[in-house]
DNA sequence: TACCGGCCTCAACCCTTGCTCGAGGGTTGA
DNA sequence: TCAACCCTCGAGCAAGGGTTGAGGCCGGTA
């Protein structure tokens, strides 16, 4: 069951889910020998907790509560967005169904903001661009380019410059043509979906051929 | 101007703030001797992250980042609410789950094992390994087997069969072969920090092709 | 002109959170 | 029987977020 959390979450231990046992976040049966024994509804209540921790910062404290408050059948109180203050734009954003949706309001950056954001040198984003694995949308850049510039940035440091990541792009393209073919041109909750089950199953299929520790 | 914010909220205090400033939260103006001056502006912006911290619980770090956003004219990117059941893969810009590895011992499932743990028929299995998604090593298989399994058994709902996934397969390969032409064929921590950084990649890319929503 | 309160800096210290580690000791399955 | 886990419990630790205090410079006022 521990392999089964880090395929998601890379960061949880045995040490760690001990710890949140004795913080009272989840009570897993025993074994008659003492052993902790996993139902898939503490799995469920891990995966809450650490998403939690993750995506949002929460303190287990809080986590906590609102673990209670779903155990009585509330809703947790989602303390809203943060008030942007009067002089500054405003923050919409609620949704998020499930969290391969990104924002819910689309980055729209022009170059200078993309490089700013990313951290990342003039040439590095022609090259990434060159390459076709960074590309315009009219004249803005998404909020993905950011993650992309900035993971090929630290690439770069291991020798792996843009050139020898096209693969990825085709890759990319190849698994976007497939889920399209399932549930059409257009977004849906199903694409989404869809697209979460198949980079899980990419993530999954990297790790079992990464060489044995 | 402490007062003002002190109404507001009852745990400023000037140590405080002056914290703030040193973590580059603020930079309020000087008087010629030294003295801060607080422009509205600095106000508000303070109000922002109290208020950002108390009813979201966000770490400086992440609140910096919101501000250095909408000084950029960006929006902070506001992660949703709690969503109770589903959790998934990362959402961008974020996190960064610093390492890929896997448990300390490496699970080894008997083929029966790996069908209970993955909930999943006999002959899925087979194809699954017919067209090399999941492999046995020696007669075992390892836990990313299951992840494999139970995705495999999710897409299939869709109508993507084990031979749609071969793809996969080898995109993964791939993969693994780049990252080893740069760490050696010996798993070191760099291969689990270069094959943490490609999946990153590969997911943005996805998710960058994918349909707007 | 002396004083008193307030602000300034900088380094040291502190508390809480969220884990990790290790010693000492059972349990299991090949 | 032995390796490889699992367990508990206490100690330790790094990071985050401030607080405290010493030593000094303003600035209004009595």
Chains 1, 2 share one sequence.
């Not at 609620?94 to 980055?107: G, M, N």
């Not at 990825?168 to 977004?187: K, M, N, S, Y």
Request: proline share 7%; glycine share 6%.
């Amino acid at each position: 069951m521990l392999q089964l959390l880090q395929a998601e979450f890379a960061d949880v231990t045995i040490s760690k889910i001990r710890f949140l046992e004795a913080e009272g976040l989840v009570t897993p049966a025993r074994t008659a020998s003492g052993y902790r024994k996993f139902s898939p509804a503490d799995v469920e209540r891990l995966r809450y907790v650490l998403t939690a921790q993750r995506d949002q910062y929460l303190p287990l404290k809080v986590i906590k509560e609102h673990l209670g408050a779903i155990d009585r059948g509330l809703q947790p109180a989602a303390s809203g967005p943060p008030v942007a203050p009067a002089s500054l734009p405003q923050t919409p954003g609620q949704p998020v169904a499930d969290d391969f949706d990104a924002a819910s309001t689309e980055l729209r950056l022009t170059r200078d903001e993309l490089r700013a954001a990313a951290g990342v040198p003039e040439e590095l984003l022609d090259e990434l661009e060159s390459h076709g694995l960074v590309v315009a949308a009219g004249n803005h850049y998404g909020g993905d380019a950011i993650v992309i510039a900035k993971v090929a940035a630290e690439l770069a440091a291991y020798g792996l410059e843009p050139r020898h990541l096209r693969a990825f792009r085709t890759a990319a393209d190849r698994e976007v043509g497939l889920i399209e073919q399932v549930t059409g041109p257009r977004r849906t909750d199903q694409t989404a979906e869809l697209a979460a089950l198949t980079v899980r199953l990419h993530t999954a299929l990297v790790r079992s051929r990464l060489p044995r520790p």
